[in-house]
Each structure stands twice: as C-alpha cells, then as structure tokens.
C-alpha cells in the first residue's frame, strides 16, 4: 500500500516538505532521498528494495541532462548500494561539485588504500565527488566502512556494473589495471572512471595520496586494537618483518605451496623475495645489536604477515634468533579468525598490521616491486613526523639476495613507467595502447620522448586501426637508420635529409651506439629532437605500413612512392637517385648543428692551425679490422661489415703513409703539377700539413720526418690515449674525429686515402665550397 501512495504523492512536489522550487532537480534530488529514508525502516527487506529502485529512478528521469538504463537498477538486490548511489546523484546534482568520479580500487588491501588516497587527492584537486567502488573479494575480503571512516567527499559501494552504470556517452573511462595513462579532465563536461590498484598520473603530476593518507582513519574498533599493542608491545625498540608471499602463494594459499617455494627465487621475473632473504637481515640485525640489546628484552623482532596460518613456517626462517622474536600471528583467536585467507576479520587484522608498521623502531620490509606496503608506509611517514631523526630505519629484506639485481631494475621499469604515462599525455587515446605496447621494447627514455611526438601527429583510422599521421595527407615519413662510422653516417643522413626535403617528408634518424659507433647523435650535435638510438618494428603500430629499403652501399635507387607513404632506410648510402644531387648535399652540410663542445674546439683549433692556409693530408691505412672496430664480433651485423671490409682492406693497406711521402715532396720542391694546373699558390719548402690518419703511428711518422714546423696535427695526446685506453671508437675519439674533419674540408687542398667516407666527405667541404684533391694511394689496375 506505501508504494502507490509514495509514487501519487510524490508527484505534488510539497509532501516531504523539501525546500525550494519542486520543479529544480535539487529539490527532486531532496524528496527522493527523504522518500526512500521514511520507507525503508517501515517497511520489509524486499519492499525496501523496491522503494530505492524507484527513488533512484525517479531522481534520474527527472534530471534531464543525465540519463541511464534505468533497467540496471533491477541488477541491485539490496538497499545499501541504491543508497549510496541515490545519494551521489543527489550531491552531484546539488552543484556541490562539477562532475563524478567513480574510482574502482582492486588488489589486495594495500594497493587498494594506495589508489583510494591517490583517487580522492585527485578528486579534491578538481572539485570532483568520489564514488568509491570497493568490492570485497578473495584479495580483501572487508567492506571499505568496516575498515575506515568514510572521508568527506567520498561515497562508498560494494557493488557496481560499470558497463551500464558508466556509458562512454557521459563517462571518460580508464582502466590502470590494463594501460597505465595519464588522465584528463574531459574539456565536454564528461564524468571519470577508473579502475586502478595504483597512484593516478596527469601530465604534470603524479597524485601520490599523501595527503589523504595523513587524514584517514581507522574505524574506532580497529584503532582501539592498534593502540593496545602500541602500548603493549612499545613497538619504537623493535624492528618490524613484515614478510609478503609470492604471487604464485597468493593464488595458491596453502603450506605445502609456500614450502615448494620458500628456497626458490625466480630472477628472471623476479617473483619471489625468499624466507632466506628475510633471516639474512635479521642474523646481520642481531649480530649489530648483540652488544647494545638490554638483557631484560625478550623480543627484539615483531613478525606481521598476511600468511596468517604459514606462521611456523615463517618463524623457522629466523633460526638462532627465534627467542627474540614475537609473533603477532601466534594468538590463537587471530590464526581462528584468519583460517580463510582475506576473510573479512582477517583483512581487518592486516590494517591492524599495517597501522603498528608505522610505530616501529626499525622496519624488514619487502620490495616495493612486491607490495605497496613499504609506498604506503613512505607516505605516512611524511605526514607523522617532521624531524628526520625521528624517521625508522628501512631495510630492504631482500638487498643482497638474488632478487637484488632485478628488484634495481624493478625500480628503474617504475620509473621510466612513470615518465611513459606524462609522455603519452600528448598522445591522441586511442594510439596510447599501441604506444605502450611499444614502450615495452624501449630501453631509453629519450627515444621514447622522440617517439612521443611522432604518435602525438597520428590519429585513429575510422574502423580503430591506425592511420598514417593526419598530417601524411602531403607529408610523410621517413625512417633513416644509420649504421657503421662517423663518414659513413653523416653522408647517408646527408642523403636521407635531402631526400626528406625534397619529398616532403618528416625525418626520424635511428643513431645506434655500437662497436663502429661510441658517441651518441648528442655527443656530436644540438637538434636531437628527431633522433632516437635504438630501432624495433614494435616501435610503431602494425597497420603502419613501411616501405623498406636495406642499403649497404654507395648508392640507393628508389622507386616513385606516393607523397603519404611511410618508408625506412637502413643505410650507409652515399648517393639516393634519382631525386639528390651533389648540389641537394652541399645545402644539408650547412645546415648541421654541432654542438657548443665541438664549435668552441673548431674554433680554437682553427685559429692555431689555420686550415685554410695548409694541404690537408687523410691517411686511412689502418687494416687490421680488430683494431680499426674493437669488438666487431659483438654487433648484430657483424659478417656485413667483415664482407664490406675485405674489400676496403687491401686499399688500406696500399694507403700506408709511405705512399703520401713523394706528393709531399713534390709539393715541397713546387714540381707538383696539379698545383700548377689549378693554379694554387706555391709555397715550396714553406708548406703547411695538416694531418689527420687513423694511425697514431702514422702522425709519428710524418713529424719525424718533416717536422713540427711542417706537419701539424689535433691533439696528439687524445689520439695516443684513443689507441692506449680510451678506443678509437669511444665518444671522445669520435669527437676528435669530427674536428679533424671540419678542420680538412676548410684546407686550401687535399691529399686523401682511396675506398675512405672520410675523405669523400672532407671534399665537400661541410657546408663550406668543395675541396679539390688528389689520391696519391690508388691500387694499380
């Protein structure tokens, strides 16, 4: 009988004796909640649910900028969730707040409490009414109002159907359980979800729920529980082992399990932080304290771990030492109401446990790769205390096990994830799974930077695959990878470049470090916005379709492409045909940036040797592969260059710096007759050298015989340490050779080196005019 009489009434807008006009939504809003308040404490369990179906259906058919499929409603069996809904729309609704968050938290307990505090920080950041959706399952087995007071600003559920309850068409979803990105606020006015067990991340900043954490507190009966054994136990003289199972033991939650896998640590996926690792800490631990510890002081070490009924095995880890350590775990009514694992009494035991960890003297704690609690614990501390003195010391249980190596990469992956998400923040939604999957292979955070800019111009194709960038209409994409030495890169990015210009196209270099190359593209030059280090197919989306080239030579022929089509070269080619001339090369020169180090260097060395006024000599006769690469055998295309070598080697050999010898004294006694044909100055006796070789014995050489005053060379002290200790083909020496370079193609005339990229290159000047050259080494026949 209540029912129709609620529903006839309920229609005259005055009944319940709501305020204000009864047409707003607010005063619908008000009248729905006293509704369902009056009825549901007269009538029965089945009719109460009834009652909240209908008010919160009424609320929603009457506001009419929100709608829903109000037959999700008849999901709900009971009136605690219909509540809490009817309340948030309500609150929504009343303008307290611009927009609803609905925050889904999952995992096990700490996580949970870790993206809660990060959720409603976030929440409070942009004036937004949290809905906290907390699901108690086999993980955490408590409700969220069974563990805390519930926070201002945040209305709790226990159960929800996102898929119904938070259509795309009023609601920006994000899931950080499947793709971690960074979140926006929707500029339409859209409503947030989110399923997440972890912090929130936005391009400027990560919400670490710091703040939250400082202000959440623990229902009175926990707290109550917690104050007890503080007082009891005088935690603040005692270390603190909180031991975490594997993942594999949390599934499987049984003593047989934990025994299979108490000796094993897995380092490759680094799963497991073992019980030995736990007993190493505690034996230095007593060893340290073994002179300092009062006689009178029974226990030294707490022991509190979620393997509630693992807890003999646990204490065994600890051998000699077990008669100074208590077991929280040992109580029996705790080990009885704690036999199912994540059973409500049991998650509410391990808050408890949570909450005495912050009180601890000193703190064993897992990884933070393994558990949120050493996060949790981080925070809490920066809202307790303000003076560092009072701060506990933190041990990690594992350092110095076999999990250590990968628990160090562990953090560095945690990391460049981090600086991922801002990254991606730029990225149109749709590319950010294939940009994850792709960060995945990346192992520089700046490639991924570089990359970032590249998926920031593409956008979602119709059917959801991926097009080409929006802007490939008229330009395109060329991917150069350059590989082998310094010359040979720089004229097949000469080439690429011009072949980019005069297509239209937007460059992205691939700058290795390998064997053939120690310095990295910013080791050498300023613009290194489009260049990335490494090179994977995974780098871009599989739709992205490439047209490859795979050019090892001098020369690479192309076929016509349309202006949109994406291509990658792999090269070393000196010459693209038929789209670049000479002429195309000469303008890409002038334009390289080099960095300060190299400008400042080129400077200085230019006005002590005066290039322009000297014969630049290149002597390449270095042909032992060994020596001229250290380390060959360990690039991927190492029989490509030993093949590309055996037919420079004998050139190499010819171009020994006895071969230079009679042009140099022709040059000296004016009989040299290219000089006279190009009508160069003569200078006879009085002719400067400068010399550059790959040969420090080469340079030696060439001073004993002709003298200081004759031949002048870059820094002999760096290229005598480039062969002793550094590397021919370390950074620095890699720099050096670029001065020596820019240095040659700025002499008045060149003396070159056959079969040699380096010599090629000083002849063209470098964006300076062209040097004209002779080779005194050519190979008869």
Do not use: W
């Given at each position: 009988e209540a029912l129709p009489l609620w529903e006839r009434s309920s229609t005259q807008g005055t009944e319940w004796n709501c305020t204000g006009s009864a047409t707003s939504t607010h005063t619908v809003a008000c009248e729905a909640s006293k509704v369902a308040a009056s009825w549901r404490e007269l009538l029965s369990y089945t009719d109460a649910v009834a009652v909240e179906r209908s008010a919160l259906k009424w609320v929603l058919n009457s506001v009419s900028n929100y709608t829903l499929p109000i037959r999700i409603l008849d999901m709900?069996?009971?009136?605690?969730?219909?509540?809490?809904l009817l309340s948030a729309y309500s609150t929504l609704h009343s303008g307290m707040y611009s927009r609803l968050m609905v925050a889904q938290v999952e995992g096990t307990l700490s996580h949970r409490v870790r993206a809660f505090a990060s959720a409603l920080e976030f929440a409070q950041a942009n004036n937004l009414l949290l809905l906290l959706v907390w699901?108690?399952?086999?993980?955490?087995?408590?409700?969220?109002?069974?563990?805390?007071?519930?926070p201002i600003g945040v209305i709790v559920v226990s159960k929800f159907y996102q898929h119904e309850l938070c259509r795309t068409s009023h609601f920006v979803k994000y899931d950080y359980l499947q793709l971690v990105e960074a979140i926006e606020i929707d500029p339409q006015g859209k409503h947030l979800f989110i399923r997440s067990d972890r912090e929130i991340i936005t391009a400027e900043k990560e919400?670490?729920?710091?703040?939250v954490l400082g202000a959440l507190q623990p229902v009175p009966s926990i707290q109550a529980h917690v104050d007890r054994l503080e007082s009891m136990l005088q935690l603040g003289d005692m270390y603190c082992i909180n031991f975490v199972p594997s993942k594999r033991t949390l599934i499987s939650p049984s003593l047989e399990a934990l025994t299979a896998v108490q000796n094993t640590t897995d380092a490759s996926q680094g799963r497991w932080c073992s019980l030995e690792s736990y007993s190493e800490q505690v034996e230095i631990l007593v060893s340290q304290q073994s002179t300092n510890a009062p006689s009178n002081t029974p226990y030294k070490f707490l022991v509190l771990s979620s393997t509630f009924s693992r807890t003999g095995l646990l204490l065994q880890a600890f051998g000699d030492s077990i008669d100074r350590v208590f077991d929280l775990n040992m109580d029996h009514q705790l080990r009885l109401a704690c036999r199912e694992v994540f059973s409500p009494q049991c998650t509410q035991l391990q808050l408890t446990q949570i909450l005495l960890l912050r009180s601890c003297g000193g703190l064993v704690l897992p990884p933070s790769s393994l558990s949120a609690i050493p996060t949790l614990l981080e925070r809490w501390?920066?809202?307790?205390?303000?003076?560092?003195?009072?701060?506990?010391?933190?041990?990690d249980a594992c350092s110095g096990s076999s999990y250590g190596e990968v628990r160090e990469n562990a953090v560095f992956d945690e990391r460049l994830s981090i600086e991922m998400i801002k990254v991606m923040a730029n990225v149109p939604r749709a590319l950010r799974p294939a940009m994850s999957e792709m960060a995945a292979v990346v192992r520089e955070l700046e490639t991924l930077r570089v990359?970032?800019?590249?998926?920031?111009?593409?956008?979602?194709?119709?059917?959801?695959?991926?097009?080409?960038?929006?802007?490939?209409?008229?330009k395109g994409l060329l991917v150069v990878h350059l590989v082998h030495g310094l010359a040979t890169r720089l004229l097949a990015l000469a080439s690429a470049t011009a072949y980019a210009e005069k297509t239209n196209r937007t460059l992205l270099i691939v700058w290795?470090?390998?064997?053939?190359?120690?310095?990295?593209?910013?080791?050498?030059?300023?613009?290194?916005?489009?260049v990335i280090q490494e090179y994977s197919p995974f780098f871009f989306p599989s739709s992205f379709k490439f047209i490859k080239y795979d050019c090892v030579g001098s020369k690479l022929t192309i076929q016509k492409h349309a202006s949109w089509e994406p291509l990658y070269f792999r090269s070393t080619c000196k010459h693209i045909e038929p789209e670049v001339t000479k002429e195309d090369h000469d303008r890409v020169y002038a334009k390289f940036r080099y960095t300060n180090f190299i400008k400042e260097q080129y400077m200085q060395s230019r006005r002590e040797l005066n290039p322009q006024d000297a014969v630049g000599i290149h002597i390449r006769q270095q042909s032992q592969l060994s020596l001229d690469v250290p380390g060959i055998d360990d690039i991927d295309d190492w029989a490509l260059s030993r093949k590309i070598f055996e037919n420079a080697e004998p050139r190499?050999?010819?171009?020994?710096?006895?071969?230079?010898?009679?042009?140099?004294?022709?040059i000296r006694a004016n009989n040299f007759t290219k000089f006279k044909e190009l009508e160069i100055e003569e200078r006879g006796r009085h002719t400067r050298f400068l010399v550059a070789s790959d040969s420090l014995a080469a340079l030696r050489a060439m001073k004993e015989k002709y003298g200081n005053d004759a031949i002048a060379?870059?820094?002999?002290g760096l290229h005598q340490e480039c062969e002793e200790s550094l590397g021919v083909r370390s950074s620095p020496c890699i720099q050096l050779a670029l001065l020596e370079l820019l240095l040659l193609s700025r002499s008045k005339f060149l003396l070159i080196s056959d079969w040699s990229s380096f010599s090629q290159l000083a002849i063209r000047g470098m964006g300076s005019k062209r040097v004209r050259s002779f080779c005194p080494c050519v190979m008869p026949g």
């Open positions: 709900f069996e009971e009136t605690g969730t219909l509540a809490s699901m108690p399952d086999r993980l955490c087995g408590s409700a969220f109002e069974d563990l805390f007071v519930i919400y670490d729920g710091t703040r501390r920066k809202v307790g205390t303000s003076n560092d003195s009072d701060q506990p010391e933190v041990i990359l970032s800019e590249f998926y920031s111009h593409m956008s979602p194709a119709k059917d959801g695959d991926i097009s080409s960038p929006s802007e490939l209409e008229s290795p470090r390998d064997s053939h190359m120690g310095a990295s593209y910013g080791d050498l030059f300023n613009d290194t916005n489009r190499r050999a010819y171009c020994h710096y006895s071969r230079f010898t009679d042009t140099i004294d022709e060379t870059v820094d002999d």
